[in-house]
């Protein structure tokens, strides 16, 4: 506290100085100069310049010393961390590109797979198409044998009955009688 006051005070004096009023510049120049034998002050000036610094050299080297330190540790601490993010980027894009390169592979075991899988279903496809098409001809033969029977029964008692009357075949009961058990029996 007590150096910012130095401090302060070093700054007001000047600025007081400056603050003098300008009609009353030739008298003072007069008044320097009957005092110093010089026409400027150019010299003190230079002098209280060099001692300001020196005085504010001393006052805020400290100060800016660490805030350089400070500023110096974060940008370090930053970079270290943008190091370390950057390696975990590196890290996950090799881990991305072993999932890649694995992928690429399961992509060809499935493709594969799927190529068995096709064969294997087609060949079942037609295993099956085939033993349909056969139960088909068979259940178009049967049904072709059935018709068949039909239309020859039909035709044939279509031939019977118009070719052959009651007339033609005597019948009595006896003879009925004896068929029947024939059948049956």
Do not use: W
């Not at 009357?165 to 029996?185: M, R, S």
């Amino acid at each position: 506290m007590k150096k910012y006051v130095i401090l302060l005070t070093l700054l007001a004096i000047p600025a007081l100085a400056l603050a003098a009023g300008h009609g009353e510049h030739n008298a003072i120049a007069q008044q320097y100069y009957n005092l110093t034998g010089r026409h400027t002050d150019f010299v003190p000036r230079v002098f209280n310049f060099i001692l300001l610094v020196a005085l504010l050299a001393y006052l805020l080297a400290k100060p800016i010393k660490e805030f350089l330190q400070n500023r110096s540790a974060e940008i370090a601490k930053k970079l270290e961390e943008i190091e370390k993010i950057r390696q975990e980027a590196v890290e996950a894009k090799n881990r991305a590109k072993e999932e890649l390169v694995q992928a690429k592979s399961k992509v060809v075991e499935i493709l594969e797979d799927a190529e068995k899988e096709a064969i294997y279903l087609k060949e079942k496809i037609l295993a099956s198409a085939e033993d349909e098409m056969k139960a088909l001809e068979k259940n178009c033969k049967d049904n072709c044998e059935i018709i068949e029977r039909k239309t020859v029964r039909e035709l044939t008692a279509t031939i019977l009955d118009e070719n052959i009357t009651e007339n033609d075949i005597p019948l009595d009961a006896q003879k009925i009688v004896k068929i029947v058990t024939k059948e049956v029996a």
